[in-house]
């Protein structure tokens, strides 16, 4: 018989309670006397034993020893911890393991040694990720009450996993429960299986409880997020081990499909789902549902509609996206107010050009961009839907619709929905449908079409016919010139009648055809600059064409920007005339010129040539004229002439003669002699310049001799258009008044419009208070807005909206403040964003007296008008920058580079600011994580050009919101980083880890987690980059440890 251990109570050993667990680390007097006399056999000698498998054998007859003797739980870890060498974790020894396959041996699990594996998980002898391990190796499913004890034990803990350990043991711990799930849909698979089985049987009591067991279990594991979030790495981790998971849902779906117990089949459903939910955790976001006007998106549509109608569709389709994500927009109602904003920009358009440019975006290149955007669409409805909605919408607004009707002088709802159908935005019923009800509709409304304008056709019908013809017009143009340039001749003119080329521009550049229409005239042009040996007709017909072409490129560059007409600077390649001339001699909004730059100075012996030729005969001579030289060459003849004047050499008649002899054949010379006037004009004193002002008088008025060239009048209003836009600045300026002969339309509607002698500050607070009353930017209002960018600067422009953004106290107030600021600032996005991010935003975070106008709700805008403008800028960057941004001055502040060095040796400016404040900036990180750099963030890991200055911006801004995490004192600007980051989490799309946040530090994740709005798993999974190694296990330790 065996002798009782000393200390032991009579009686027979105590027997492990499973129920009984005792978190006393401490023994009592009696348990000092329970230390038994170990066999040699497997005592472990003092140092740590050199093998592993001697580790494990000691370990199992140390386990074996304590059942034998009935040691109680806390017994048996007292003594464990005292022969076993210090320094080896119990992890390392595989404890768990270890106790689970001695516990497992039999058909029914051995209570004694499970009150052992519950005691040390309770006292934390052994990790969650160690016991989880071990709980997956068991697959012998037949034995139900061995499956139903691990489920016992996994219930202990399953809701509660945490790991405070070193990164490596948190990504542990999700790699862990990944294998958990794994088993536990395995063991709940088999289970149903038994039951199935059972029910086949008679006996279906045997594997419903079990069954029942298993899916509590996966429900509550899965009922957790912050165990979801540790799966959704480890999936990031272990791609197999998730489509083993996959594989397991599936085949557990199909043994379930026949279960008769509708509240277990339930109940696995919902398992299926939250498991199904994982990879895309990131993603729901719910639409904003409570609103019905979005006034970016309608200010973005008015923008481009105004102001870029050349412009690709692509960024702004990707702008429009950009919108609807961070504002949470439903499709239909998105798709609803794209067509507001179109309907208003076709109502309030000025009449001539800025008219025919709205139809042809609205009809044109809305459709295209609605296709682009139908590619965008991941929702459960099809876009179809959402279009076929968002005109249901639409036709609710009676009073727009009316309004848009009389103004085209048509049914607008009915070109514009075959429109989207020939795309395969609608479909056939939805047409039909859609097409009698506005039908219907303008029945009971006022007699849309009066008697005075029925026969004119309207101009959405005209724009979709110009459009196919501009196709036409460009295969025209790539036959060869020279061998039948009287049919070119007649095709040319005919565009110049009435609004055709106007039409024709218009619905090339809504279709993205415009830079080619543009290159084919240039080519045309340089091909009609040479006579070789031609007749007088030849001749004329060459003069024709040179000047048709001449003139449609000076009426494209001023209405459509001069880039459309500059070809990609390729090396080597010769520059063509009209390019040449309009960089150096055509004047423009913005740009000044040299009157005695080299290129109005040509071969002297050419300008004495051209003055005679001028002044003597009756008529230009049109054989063997070199139309580029004389073009080139007019700045001096006309400077000859004026000298002639001023002196008294000529009189006026004479003056009269040259300038009809200028305008009389070809109308491009007196282009470019208004031109290079324009220049010398700048340049006079007040008393000097009526002379050349007369000069540009006589070129702008009518012709007092016969013209004798086809297509004169067609010309001449052309050219009238053309004089004006060249000449309004300098008139402008020196306050002299010309009348040029009238086309009954204003060509130049968004000209000069600030208010005279007022502070250009006043303008812009008073035309932002309009705007903000109103709730939505109107076109008028965008230029005044461009004119004012384009006056005062970025920072000037961008820091007094900020100042008025900060005064407003209302919550709604600051939110319509937010959502037309970021539409206002799409004038120029990216410089606005570069001053914003780069220079206001650290001014105010760093600045303590300015801390009060970040309080809430002006600091929650100005947050979340931040992060749109850092995304949007982000994310279009790397494009290229519209054509209203080309055409503005760059302006650099500073140098962005030397401003924010971002180097460990060299602190930047605004570190330096900070380490002046009590904190030091390199405190931030916790003791464990001293080894990372502070600075260091995803982007570095992924290489980002560092050089880029958004980069560096946002680089510097993170570093500032991480010393802001990290220090000591706490107020509004502390609050402001929360907000910020809440909204760059807000705003973030699945799957975009090449976002903003790529160049947060890592170790802000540890700082942010401890402000508690942020201290959730679906955050940190937001804020950390997920593809790398490093930003995986970052954010399993944050999440681990919440």
């Not at 272990?238 to 489509?243: D, I, P, R, V």
């Not at 439903?330 to 920009?345: H, N, R, S, Y």
């Not at 008393?687 to 016969?706: F, T, V």
Request: proline share 5%; hydrophobic share 40%.
């Amino acid at each position: 018989m065996r002798s009782r251990p000393t200390g032991q109570r009579p009686g027979g050993p105590s027997r492990g309670r499973p129920g009984r667990h005792l978190r006393r680390r401490t023994p009592g007097p009696t348990d000092l006397l329970a230390t038994p006399s170990f066999p040699k056999a497997w005592l472990p000698p003092a140092p740590p034993p050199q093998s592993g498998v001697m580790k494990v054998v000691n370990l199992k007859q140390a386990i074996l020893q304590a059942w034998k003797e009935r040691w109680s739980d806390y017994q048996w870890a007292i003594n464990m911890k005292k022969f076993f060498p210090k320094g080896a974790t119990w992890d390392i020894l595989n404890l768990a393991e270890a106790l689970l396959e001695q516990a497992m041996i039999g058909p029914s699990p051995n209570p004694l040694i499970l009150s052992y594996l519950k005691y040390a998980i309770s006292s934390q002898m052994v990790s969650y990720s160690s016991v989880l391990t071990a709980i997956s190796k068991f697959d012998d499913f037949s034995r139900d009450l061995c499956v139903q004890a691990l489920l016992n034990i996994m219930d202990m803990f399953c809701d509660r996993l945490s790991c405070h350990g070193k990164a490596e043991e948190c990504i542990g711990l999700c790699r862990a429960l990944l294998s958990a799930l794994h088993w536990l849909l395995r063991c709940t698979a088999a289970s149903a299986e038994r039951l199935r089985e059972g029910l086949e049987a008679g006996t279906p009591a045997t594997g419903e409880k079990q069954l029942a067991m298993c899916l509590q279990r996966l429900e509550k594991t899965l009922s957790s997020t912050k165990n979801r979030a540790l799966l959704h790495i480890a999936k990031l981790e272990e791609a197999s081990s998730w489509t083993a998971i996959e594989h397991s849902l599936l085949k557990l779906g199909e043994i379930l499909a026949n279960l008769s117990n509708l509240q277990l089949r339930s109940q696995a459903e919902q398992c299926g789902t939250l498991i199904r939910s994982i990879p895309t955790m990131l993603s729901v976001h719910s639409e904003q549902l409570h609103k019905t006007g979005f006034p970016t998106v309608h200010a973005v549509i008015l923008l481009e509609g105004t102001m870029n109608l050349t412009g690709e569709t692509q960024p702004l389709v990707e702008q429009l996206v950009m919108v609807k994500r961070t504002q949470h927009i439903p499709t239909p109602l998105f798709v609803l107010e794209i067509w507001k904003a179109c309907f208003v920009g076709l109502i309030e358009s000025p009449e001539g050009t800025e008219e025919l440019k709205w139809t042809a975006f609205t009809f044109l290149k809305i459709p295209q961009v609605l296709v682009k955007l139908k590619k965008y669409s991941h929702g459960d409805k099809d876009f179809t839907e959402d279009v076929s909605s968002a005109f249901e919408f639409l036709l609710k607004l009676t009073p727009l619709l009316d309004k848009a009707d009389q103004r085209c002088n048509c049914d607008c709802t009915d070109f514009l929905v075959h429109e989207c159908s020939k795309q395969g935005l609608l479909s056939e019923a939805s047409v039909n449908n859609l097409v009698a009800k506005r039908k219907a509709d303008r029945e009971h409304a006022p007699h849309l079409k009066s008697g005075e304008n029925a026969n004119i056709q309207p101009n959405p019908s005209l724009i979709l016919r110009a459009e196919p013809t501009v196709t036409n017009i460009l295969k025209t143009m790539d036959a060869d010139h020279s061998k039948s340039p009287e049919g070119l001749l007649g095709v040319l003119g005919h565009m110049l009648s009435g609004k055709s080329l106007d039409l024709l521009l218009a619905a090339a550049a809504a279709t993205g055809k415009l830079k080619s229409f543009a290159r084919k005239f240039i080519n045309l042009n340089e091909f009609m600059t040479h006579g070789t040996e031609e007749s007088t007709k030849a001749a004329s017909v060459r003069a024709l064409l040179f000047d048709i072409s001449f003139l449609m490129l000076c009426h494209v560059a001023q209405t459509y920007g001069s880039e459309v007409i500059l070809s990609e600077s390729s090396t080597g390649a010769e520059v063509p005339f009209f390019e040449t001339w309009m960089q150096t001699c055509m004047p423009e909004e913005g740009k000044i010129l040299n009157p005695d730059h080299p290129c109005f100075w040509p071969n002297s012996t050419k300008v004495e040539s051209l003055v005679a030729l001028l002044n003597n005969s009756s008529e230009m001579k049109l054989v063997q004229m070199k139309w580029h030289e004389a073009c080139l060459s007019i700045s001096a003849a006309i400077l000859e002439i004026l000298n002639a004047w001023e002196n008294g050499v000529l009189a006026f008649e004479s003056i009269q003669k040259i300038t009809d002899n200028i305008k009389g054949k070809v109308c491009s010379l007196a282009v470019c002699a208004v031109a290079w006037l324009v220049a010398h004009v700048r340049m006079l004193g007040l008393d000097e310049r009526e002379k050349s002002l007369q000069m540009i008088r006589q070129l702008a008025g009518p012709l007092y001799s016969e013209n004798t060239l086809q297509f004169y009048n067609e010309r001449v209003v052309i050219m009238s258009s053309i004089l004006e836009h060249m000449c309004a600045d300098v008139l402008h300026q020196t306050a002299t008044q010309i009348k040029f002969p009238s086309t009954g339309v204003d060509t130049m509607p968004y000209w000069n419009l600030l208010p005279p002698k007022r502070p250009i500050k006043e303008v812009l607070t008073d035309i932002f208070a309009k705007v903000l009353e109103k709730g939505w930017v109107d076109s008028r209002s965008i230029h005044i807005f461009d004119t004012l960018l384009h006056m005062g600067g970025v920072y000037w422009f961008c820091n007094n909206l900020i100042k008025e953004l900060l005064k407003e106290t209302r919550k709604e107030h600051t939110l319509r403040a937010v959502e037309l600021l970021y539409s206002i600032f799409c004038l120029d996005m990216q410089q606005v964003t570069l001053v914003l991010l780069g220079h206001i935003l650290p001014g105010l975070l760093t600045d303590s007296s300015k801390w009060h106008s970040l309080m809430d709700p002006p600091g929650t805008a100005l947050a979340k008008l931040a992060v749109w403008c850092a995304l949007s800028s982000y994310s279009s960057h790397k494009g290229q920058a519209s054509s209203r941004q080309k055409k503005r001055h760059r302006e650099d502040i500073e140098d962005y580079v030397s401003l924010f060095p971002l180097d460990d040796v060299q602190p930047s400016k605004l570190m330096r600011l900070l380490s002046s404040n009590e904190d030091d900036a390199n405190m931030l990180s916790s003791p464990t994580d001293r080894s990372m750099s502070n600075s260091l963030s995803a982007s570095q890991l992924h290489t980002v050009n560092m050089k880029d200055p958004l980069n560096r911006v946002l680089a510097n801004l993170f570093l500032l919101i991480s010393s802001i995490l990290g220090s000591r004192t706490a107020g509004p600007h502390t609050q402001f980083v929360q907000w910020f980051m809440e909204e760059c989490v807000d705003c973030l799309e699945q799957g975009s880890r090449a976002s903003i946040l790529q160049f947060m530090p890592f170790t802000t994740v540890s700082e942010l987690v401890k402000v508690s709005a942020m201290s959730s798993p679906k955050v940190v999974l937001a804020i950390t980059d997920l593809s790398l190694p490093l930003g995986r296990q970052v954010a399993a330790k944050a999440i681990a440890a919440l």
